[in-house]
């Protein structure tokens, strides 16, 4: 079935170049405060906008990538671009990237050194769900050499969690792998794509990253390593950054609603054991600053900040030895459109200049991935 699925689905390379000559959505109007965030990508009439990831492209446009689809589960969900021309104010009419007959889902975005575009996102099948265990069909990576015009057919990243298999944990079969979190380039360009999953044999479900040695045209299985595994909860949405001394910085989202904290000092072919971080942390961004700090924004859990998932920010000024900070501001709630909600948040930041931060996150009232500026005095 697994094999059959990928095989009939081929990816829509979109022709989108027009976007660069599209005018800005009348709906992104906004000043971009926490009451009065900017609209960076409405949805379609009837339909909501999920998990938006955005880069800042070396010609110093914004690119954004997010899913769209009736519910946060449903079969229907695709992938849509939008790009800005001026720091996050106004933004293009929204297109679509990757559209097949099932769910194509949690886009993330990163720019090699040679210009190249790569998105890498995961695909589930959810026929016969609820009545049936759901399909995740795997994680792929497509590749745009135009700035997100035209993107690439998928490849398909190998791992040791893929399938097939027929043991059946919660609504998915295990065999499988998603991702959450951008691709990493080393010093030597070798690519990093984290996953997260079930191995075929159940139980609880490891984060890794798999190497890419030829920028990202391939993602062979045996060069799998593997961050962490527990005994008794889920890794989830591991999340990578290279921090300024050389090593790597893995922040991992759980199923117990803590973040864990993984550091590799060769390259990622090797991790330490994760170890709780305390922060009630979920669906996390990490950005590295100009300056060599990391600017963490996360879907807040505590209850500090409101009920829901609230999306607050951070920036780690010794990333290399702790994640601790001065304080956690509040960026965006969903719940000044509505009820407070847990379906929020998956926050992506990019440094417009040093010390000027323009922050994406969804509203689910809205129906809308919206925008909000913040610096760094504000942390």
Known sequence: ???????????????????????AAAAAAG??????????????????????????????????????????????????????????????TPRVAIDTPIDD??????????????????????TGYPGSPVTLVGTFVTRSGDNGATWTEPTE????????????????YAGHAATHGPILELPNHDLLVPLYGKLPEGGTGPATVV??????????????????????????????????????????RTSINIAYLSRSYDRGRTWTTPVSTGLPASSHHQLVLKNGDVLLTYGDLSGT???????????????????DAKRDILIYDAAIHGPATTDQA???????????????????HLAAIVGVYTEKRDY
């Open 1 to 23: 079935m697994r094999r059959a699925l990928r095989r009939a689905l081929v990816a829509l390379t979109v022709p989108i170049a027009a976007l660069a000559a599209t005018p």
């Open 346 to 364: 998956n926050p992506s930041s990019v440094e417009l200049k040093p010390g000027r931060f323009f922050t994406i996150t969804s509203d689910p």
């Open 157 to 172: 990243v190998g791992t040791a969690m893929e399938g097939p298999s027929t043991v059946v944990v919660g609504a998915y």
């Open 31 to 92: 000043s971009g405060t926490p009451t009065d965030p900017v609209i960076v990508a409405p949805a379609e009439s009837g339909k909501r906008a999920f998990f938006g990831d955005m880069i800042k492209l070396r010609d110093g446009r914004l690119l954004v990538a997010y899913r769209e689809s009736v519910a946060h589960i449903d079969q229907d969900g695709r992938i849509m671009v939008v790009q800005s021309r001026d720091q996050g104010h106004t933004w293009s």
């Open 305 to 323: 900040f409101g009920p829901g998932r609230p999306t607050v920010g951070r920036i780690l000024e010794h990333p290399e030895r702790t994640i």
């Open 211 to 252: 190497r890419s040695t030829d920028g990202g045209r391939t993602w062979p299985r045996e060069n799998e390593s593997v961050i962490g595994k527990a005994d008794t909860f889920d890794f989830q949405e591991p999340n990578l950054s290279l921090l300024k001394d050389g090593s790597l910085l893995s922040i991992i």
């Open 105 to 126: 889902r949690d886009p993330k975005l990163m720019q090699t050194h040679d210009g190249t575009v790569l998105m890498n996102f995961f695909r589930t099948d959810w």
